[in-house]
């Protein structure tokens, strides 16, 4: 996983397996890819009701439940209104083709 070293100390986003997007600044990761994220963040997208944003803190994400990482454009974050942004939460990818 020496792929995510240029990551480190920079804010990304994470899709888990389940369905969750969580952003924060990448502080580890072991050749497992579990991940330790700084300032974590989770966002729950809702059909009609207001983007949920919940602060997680210090978090340990297993590499198991890790399906992708991608840095985070900080110019976009800073002026994106995810409050207003309404969608369905991803499904989880355990069973995708079933």
Known sequence: MSM????LEKPVRVI??????I???????DVSTN???????ERVFHLTEET???D???FLL??????????VDEEEEETMNWASLHGRQLGDTWHALD
């Open 23 to 29: 952003t924060g600044i990448l502080l580890g990761f």
């Open 52 to 54: 949920q944003t919940i």
């Open 4 to 7: 995510l070293k240029p990551f």
């Open 16 to 21: 888990t397996s389940d369905g969750k997007l």
């Open 62 to 71: 297993r590499g198991n439940n890790v399906v992708c990482i991608g840095l």
């Open 56 to 58: 997680l803190g210090l």
């Open 35 to 41: 991940i330790i994220l700084e300032k974590a963040q």
